[in-house]
């Protein structure tokens, strides 16, 4: 099976196997390829609300290395996702005519909720015995964030989606290098705010565990963990204090983005928005009364190549 996870910043792409039957129903997926690239779809969306060219081409390009990698793996099935800066533009339908001549497939830009579910779905699968339910886990985006709270036999028990991911808080507040005092504060409020209208829609607040999505929060945890460079294998399902995150979150935003470039675990096409990524982490540590978070590298992707096994099934 071939997911791709079409996001604001990113495009990524898994290709996997099913687990063997008599490996139990936690087994994870076998993955075969995982990839991700920086792509930035949703630039500059949250003040033109159209998907730019030059990014729809970024995107293009690399669709187009994934879609010769699914021929040569030799996938049966393929989905794939767009999730919030598709939902926000204008000229989506151009965006889902290159995807149909590029990659043979129509893609299906989810609703909030059903990104939410996906994300969901791939981040329980696995989790450690020492991760209590009931879980809230954020999917911390470019242009949006999902917050799900659920257990893992239970499934989903409520989920919003809020804008403010880390491309579209950088693009609407930080805009000094490193960003001032005042770019901060205006930043963590719009945050702040969003986090405590999605804690009433979602019982965030009484989960057991946090558990942390995307490149803004494995970053976060790998710079926590002081690790030289980024190992996946190291940052799943690793546990940092919000102590750590809050101290993380205080450096980047110190940073300007040559300084944080030179640190060993950081992409280079994070670089710019991950003191708003971090941020958006803290907020949410804070509002909802979260002692530690449990990054996952399985997220929206793994939900992905999951739901494509349902059909199959």
């Known amino acids: 099976m071939a997911a791709i996870d079409c996001g604001t910043n990113s495009i990524r792409l898994l290709v996997a196997d099913l687990p ?3 490996a139990g129903p936690q087994a994870p997926l076998v993955d075969v390829s995982r990839r991700m690239e920086i792509v930035r779809l949703g630039q500059g969306v949250d003040q033109t609300g159209r998907l730019a060219p030059e990014a729809i081409e970024r995107t293009r390009v690399a669709l187009a ?13 393929v989905r794939m996702c767009a999730t919030s800066a598709t939902r926000d533009a204008s000229n989506a339908a151009d965006f889902r005519t290159m995807v149909q001549q590029t990659l043979g497939v129509a893609p299906e830009v989810v609703t909030g909720d059903e990104e939410a579910r996906l994300s969901f779905t791939g981040a329980v699968c696995g989790l450690p015995a020492d991760a209590k339910a009931p879980y809230l886990v954020v999917d911390i985006g470019g242009g ?3 917050f799900v709270v659920g257990t893992r036999d239970g499934g989903v028990q409520a989920a919003v989606s809020m804008d403010i991911g880390c491309v579209r808080m950088t693009e609407r507040h930080l805009h000094g290098d490193p960003p001032s005092r005042d770019e901060i ?7 702040a705010g969003a986090v405590d209208r999605a804690l009433e829609v979602v019982p965030g ?7 942390g999505l995307a490149g ?3 970053t976060v945890v790998a710079i926590a963990q002081g690790l ?7 940052i799943h399902h690793a546990r940092v204090s919000y102590d750590q995150v809050a101290e993380v ?3 980047l935003l110190a940073k300007t983005r040559e300084q944080r470039l030179a640190n060993p675990v950081m992409h280079p096409g994070r670089a710019d928005v991950i003191g708003a990524g971090a941020l958006v982490l803290r907020v949410i540590m804070e509002r909802a009364g979260m002692p530690s978070v449990v990054a996952s590298e399985h997220d929206i992707l793994d939900g992905i190549a999951w739901s494509l096994s349902e059909t199959s099934a």
Not at 228 to 234: F, G, K, L, N, V
């Open 249 to 251: 979150t205080a450096d």
């Open 65 to 77: 290395d994934y879609a010769a990698e699914i021929e040569r793996l030799g996938a049966e099935r």
């Open 228 to 234: 030289q460079a980024y190992d996946p294998e190291r």
């Open 216 to 218: 803004s929060v494995t």
């Open 205 to 211: 607040r009484e989960a057991a565990t946090l558990v």
């Open 144 to 146: 949006s964030t999902e």
């Open 20 to 22: 063997d039957p008599s």
């Open 185 to 191: 504060a205006a930043a963590q409020a719009d945050i």
